[in-house]
């Protein structure tokens, strides 16, 4: 038995990837997870208040919702209806499921099974050398974290994980108990999924956010689509293309594979584009190897810089340029000396699809440039971003209607939590704010990220690890090395909502502290309240339950925190922890005092549709050292693989948000039944003399150390050659922990080198 990744096969199905995104299959999917777990009645409800105003955020991604009219019938998507079943699910996971199944059972079952286990209904301690988890009280369970908490030799000893799940009230209160407590180590998932774009905006444009709003999307003449699948990952993106392409725009979309989401879209919601069977979404696709979307963007640039100096002025704008970024020149010296085959070759893209592209690029004014993790995730990732940047800037595409970069965050907060201040490095000014509301001294040395944290805990220099949200061991790279860390913990607490495979990995004490979802009422001594979230395109606002919570014994994440904090710090706190939670107004207007943007938060979040955080580079404002957007000059890198040897790049099926399985049918790729797969092109499976459903073992081998994975099943694909692709997170265990994005530590999950060996 293997805990970490259960090793066992099901009945591998290959059928035909569907030919378009969403339409009448999406809703059929949608209502058959809330009719299997969830009371119908119940799940109905809370489906028509999702995303709406005066309703609850999405508990899945983090795509905006319109400012103006919402549709009335479903302002959601089939991911955000599976994550309203996950969350408002009938089955419980209680002391008496928790009597029944040892340890050793959990960890047989796959993360699919442990999903669908349900919610967990109160407090749940392992004791040392226990093999099942007990309830416990919450005051005993705040002692046990005071406890251990207080016996470390420094808080520098404890690591404090956030999910981007956590809402802004939640977020900034963790922050604020984390820096009483002493301790900048607050690693996030931002770590392991867009670091790379805060370091690689913030240092180009000043800030390290996208730059538009959702109705850029509609005005623009052409968006880029690079290293993303917005119909698995980010569905209601696919309105706004379809909006798009509606106005007249067009798309080029960057992908290793072909995934339906970039190609078609039928419309559920509107009956004549289901009548006429969808919109085409991509008017070029560039099948680029894994990990060269840096080479193809430097063939374009280098397109477009060749037909602007035939004629000057016709394809860059110039004005832009001069008036509003640095660094031109040493960009131009590096573009007019590119070897233009040479990229394109390394791209392994045809040459007149470059060319088409590069055209509609040129024709084009309002540019917007959308991209996520299959940018963000290799040791290159940072000058990937600042690449793309390099062609918006030279396009003058930036700081107007219609244009910019748009990063698609993935969990719903993810950015909200950084905003208000998780993060292992403490920004002066925050510290500053918080000295003058708090009147306490903040540490300023900074703590760790992810990466760090994990090293940490596997040296034995980290003792205490609290996770507010997320699953630890699944999402993060390495899992064997992360594992043997977590177990040399004296205590793990995990603030959660369902059983995951973090909960069997555990430290010599663990503790589960469940709390309220989003779709639930959290009512407290002021009255019911409501918390907010930030969206990927910066909009700030409220969310509030609609649904009985799953259990009396819940609480919510900031009472959770609040509770541990009293506990821990006693006379030592200057933070009225009772009071914070008693009305959330106190903690916004605590975020107001001391996070810059958020003045008036009590009021402006009562608007309907929240409001905007400040953002320079949508004005043409950019906070650098002399206030102009830079040009860059990044080098191109490519990998030396050996003969045997593949690029593996990781993604999610379309069952699935994040390490959450909602169930094992991947319908836009045809694969079904089975996670464990390899997907790998025909020619590269008659090479290795390997077939259809052939059984193979992966290994990884850096720095001397070989790592495995066993008894996963070949899968014909369309990728292209010399590389492969796998679901995360079963093949984490082969990313390794020695390497990571330059500039941002982020784990290289999208170009990992491995070997495929036949069992």
């Not at 867009?194 to 968006?223: F, P």
């Not at 040129?362 to 062609?391: F, P, R, W």
């Not at 709390?515 to 509030?544: H, P």
């Not at 402006?604 to 102009?628: I, Q």
Request: aromatic share 6%.
């Amino acid at each position: 038995m293997n805990e970490l990744t259960p090793e066992r096969l099901h009945d591998l199905k290959l059928k035909k990837r569907s030919k378009y995104a969403a339409g009448i299959p999406g809703v059929g999917a949608s209502l058959e997870h809330i009719k299997e777990y969830t009371h119908l009645k119940e799940g109905m409800q809370a489906l028509l208040k999702l995303n709406q105003k005066g309703g609850y955020d999405c508990p899945s991604c983090a795509w905006p919702d319109p400012d103006g009219n919402r549709s009335p019938i479903a302002e959601y998507c089939e991911n955000g209806a599976k994550a309203v079943a996950e969350e408002a699910t009938s089955r419980r996971a209680d002391p008496a499921w928790f009597a029944q199944h040892s340890i050793d059972e959990i960890g047989a079952m796959t993360d699919f099974e442990l999903g669908k286990s349900g919610r967990i209904t109160e407090p749940m301690y392992l004791a040392p050398g226990a093999s099942h988890y007990a309830p416990i009280s919450w005051d005993e369970a705040f002692g046990v974290v005071a406890k251990e908490l207080n016996a470390l030799a420094s808080p520098d000893e404890a690591i404090f994980y956030t999910s981007g799940r956590a809402s802004n009230e939640a977020a900034f209160l963790y922050q604020l108990f984390v820096r009483q407590y002493g301790t900048n180590n607050m690693p996030d998932c931002s770590n392991m999924c867009h670091e790379s774009t805060g370091t690689a905006l913030s240092q180009v444009l000043g800030l390290g956010k996208g730059t538009v709003t959702l109705q850029d999307l509609h005005e623009a003449d052409l968006i880029l689509l690079i290293g993303q699948n917005p119909g698995t990952n980010h569905p209601r993106m696919l309105s706004a293309l379809k909006t798009c392409k509606d106005n007249g725009g067009r798309i080029i979309s960057v992908n290793p594979l072909p995934e339906t989401g970039l190609m078609k879209f039928v419309d559920p919601q509107d009956p004549l584009n289901i009548l006429a069977r969808g919109t085409k979404l991509s008017d070029v696709f560039l099948q680029v190897r894994i990990n060269e979307d840096m080479s193809l963007v430097r063939a374009i640039c280098k397109i477009l810089y060749d037909e602007e100096q035939e004629a000057p002025g016709s394809i860059f704008d110039r004005e832009f340029i001069e008036q509003h970024t640095s660094g031109y020149a040493a960009w131009e010296t590096m573009i007019a000396a590119t070897d233009v085959e040479a990229c394109i070759a390394a791209a392994g893209v045809e040459p007149q699809l470059v060319y088409e592209a590069a055209g509609l690029i040129a024709a084009s004014k309002k540019i917007v440039l959308c991209y996520a993790m299959g940018l963000t995730q290799h040791e290159n990732s940072v000058d990937i971003i600042k690449e793309m940047v390099n062609l918006l800037l030279c396009k003058g595409a930036m700081g107007k209607p219609g244009a910019g970069i748009c990063p698609v965050r993935g969990h719903s907060n993810v950015q909200g939590d950084r905003t208000v201040g998780v993060w292992e490095k403490l920004k002066p000014e925050l510290g500053e704010a918080l000295r003058n509301y708090f009147n306490f001294e903040p540490p300023t040395e900074e703590g760790y990220d992810t990466v760090n944290s994990i090293k940490a805990m596997h040296a034995g220099k980290a003792k205490v690890f609290v996770s507010l949200g997320g699953n630890w061991l699944s999402a993060t790279p390495d899992t064997l090395f992360v594992a043997e860390g977590l177990r040399q913990c004296n205590l793990t607490v995990h603030i959660c909502t369902k059983p995951n495979r973090s909960h069997v990995v555990h430290g010599k004490q663990s503790l589960l502290l469940p709390c309220l979802g989003r779709t639930e009422i959290d009512l407290r001594e002021a009255g019911e309240q409501f918390v907010s979230c930030e969206n990927s395109m910066g909009v700030v606002q409220m969310s509030k339950g609609v649904l009985e919570p799953r259990s009396s014994e819940l609480r919510s994440e900031p009472a959770i925190i609040a509770g541990m904090a009293a506990a821990t710090l006693g006379d030592r706190t200057t933070v009225d922890w009772a009071e914070m939670v008693r009305d959330y107004d106190n903690i916004r207007d605590a975020i107001a005092a001391c996070v810059t943007g958020f003045e008036r938060y009590n009021e402006r979040v009562r608007e309907p549709a929240g409001f905007y955080l400040p953002n320079g580079p949508r004005n043409r404002r950019f906070d650098t050292s002399d206030g102009k957007a830079q040009f860059s000059t990044p080098t191109l890198s490519h990998h030396d693989l050996t003969g045997d040897e593949f690029l593996m790049m990781t993604v999610r099926s379309h069952d699935q948000y994040n390490t959450t399985i909602y169930g094992l049918q991947d319908r836009y790729r045809g694969i079904h039944n089975e996670r464990r797969v390899v997907m790998m092109n025909e020619a590269d499976i008659a090479e290795r003399g390997l077939t259809s459903g052939q059984r193979v073992d992966l290994t990884s081998t850096y720095d001397g150390e070989v790592r495995r994975v066993n008894l996963f099943q070949i899968v014909p694909y369309s990728i292209p050659r010399g590389n492969i692709c796998t679901y995360f997170p079963e093949t984490n265990p082969l990313v390794p922990i020695t390497r990571t994005a330059r500039g941002s530590n982020t784990p290289i999950s999208k170009s990992v080198r491995v070997r495929v060996i036949p069992r």
